[in-house]
């Protein structure tokens, strides 16, 4: 029987984590590995690093918690204020909570009760992509387009109307260009057929994720998108939980194309791992509208409290300080370089695409046709144990969006150095060796 009680998932047993220091993690039998996917996409200052340490043993010996009704504490004042002119000023009002989902739930709550506040009561709708993830509760479930996750929900999510985002590996139109009007011609058809007048928000992700593995929508998608809501009278909700805080190389992904949301929900960076901490950012009229009727019928109990907001105090300052972000573009580049290299080798990688320090591999059977490994193969849990045996983490996926099949998310702690960048894609590539011998 199976000693553990814990029920995560299935599948063969996991080495024990003994100690972790920078990019590197070592389990209990010595072995190391390179924490090539940041955890979760979530440890994006490395392991062990003794200022986020000093600033948390800080915080906890003056008080570790307080609820955000009964005291206002100095960290969540000065971690707001620091995500506002992260910002530029352009998002107002910070709501924390304590993970991606929350983060989301929060800001689908919020569009909903503006419009309610607002005069608006119909609005009750939301337009998501297909594919997408959005988080596990059952809200931010209801607008991810991701079939096995949804599936067993469906009728119990409030759901919402998925549509098509670009897709400018797979697509068969004319060019890029065309290809991004006619996903945009059948958006705004769905939405008419859907009748505008009762969509609260879309929600997307600015760079897809783990569901996307990292496709990008591109500055022309993302502008008419802004566009169609301000027609539409909805809000923008970007998704920036693994966006968000640096990974692309601008603290926020929308920074890179221009294109300012109503509505911004950020998470895993923001606590770099050392403490679960997620925040909405908002537009203040918005926020004053939801104030005005009465307050925000929302809320978590640990949701800004003095310790998590401490430690991603502590992980923007570094973050600043360091200058992290020039060293998300400058490692960004040799990491593109490194994997566009593997794909010239390797006949079944497909694609290779990203932004800073967000990058996705998508595995193809047939790089002619790009037609997917058959699903049973599994071929993205494959890769991602051999690369594990060649001692390098990488963030498996599969895109179950009835095309696209195979992917794995390369994205490394943002402090990796150019070193490590370099181990990295050696130990990368001796796992994609050992891949192709299996497949000839
Ligand atoms: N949104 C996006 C884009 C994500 O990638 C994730 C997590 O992977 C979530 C939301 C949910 O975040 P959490 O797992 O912290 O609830």
Redesign the pocket.
């Known amino acids: 029987m199976d000693p553990s009680p814990l029920f995560y998932q299935a599948g063969p047993a996991l080495p024990e984590v003994s100690h972790a220091r920078g990019v590197y993690l070592w389990d209990e039998a010595g072995r190391e590995y390179l924490d090539g996917c940041s955890g ?2 979530s440890c994006n200052l490395g392991h062990g690093r003794p200022d986020i340490r000093d600033a948390m043993l800080a915080q906890l010996d003056r008080v570790a918690f307080t609820y955000r009704t009964q005291f206002e504490n100095a960290p969540a004042v000065a971690l707001a204020k620091a995500l506002v002119g992260l910002t530029h000023d352009q998002l107002q009002k910070v709501f924390f909570v304590s ?4 983060a ?1 739930e929060s800001a689908l709550k919020l569009a909903r009760q503006y419009f309610v506040a607002s005069g608006e009561p119909e609005r009750r709708r939301f337009v998501s992509l297909r594919p997408s ?4 509760t059952l809200g ?1 479930l209801g607008v991810t387009g991701y079939q096995p996750l949804e599936a067993p929900f469906t009728d119990i999510t409030i759901g919402s109307l998925k549509v098509a985002g670009p897709d400018f590996y797979r697509h068969a139109d004319a060019d890029d260009t065309l290809h991004v009007e006619r996903i945009l011609a059948e958006t705004r058809a769905a939405m008419e057929a859907a009748d505008p007048d009762t969509i609260a928000a879309f929600i997307l ?1 600015p760079v897809g ?2 569901s996307t593995g990292a496709r990008m929508l591109g500055q022309a998608y993302l502008e008419r998108i802004r566009a169609l809501c301000d027609e539409f009278g909805c809000l923008l909700i970007l ?1 920036e ?2 966006t968000g805080v640096g990974r692309t190389g601008t603290w926020f992904a929308y920074q890179h194309y221009g294109v300012t949301p109503d509505l911004l ?1 950020t ?2 960076g923001l606590g770099a791992g050392y403490y679960p901490v ?1 925040a909405v950012l908002a537009r203040a009229d918005i926020v004053e509208a939801v104030m005005g009727s009465g307050g925000f019928q929302h809320g978590h109990t640990y949701a800004g409290n003095p310790l998590a907001c401490a430690t991603a105090l502590a992980v923007v300052e570094a973050i600043q300080r360091e200058g992290v972000l020039s060293n998300v573009a400058a490692r960004g580049c040799e990491l593109e370089a490194g994997l566009e290299a593997l794909k010239a080798r390797f006949a079944w990688v497909g694609d290779v695409r990203g932004l800073g320090l967000l990058w996705g591999v998508e595995l193809v059977a047939d790089s002619d046709t790009k037609a997917p490994f058959p699903a049973e193969q599994n071929r993205f849990a494959r890769i991602t144990a051999l690369a594990k045996e060649e001692g390098l983490l990488i963030y498996p996926r599969r895109t179950l969006d009835g095309v696209a099949g195979d992917h794995f998310l390369v994205t490394p702690p943002l402090t990796i150095d150019a070193a490590d960048t370099a181990e990295l894609l050696a130990r990368l590539e001796r796992a994609m060796v050992r891949f192709d011998h299996e497949l000839s």
């Open positions: 979760a996409i993970s991606g989902s929350e989301v993830y959005h988080g596990s931010a992700e994720g783990a998704d939980v693994l929900a998470a895993k997620g």
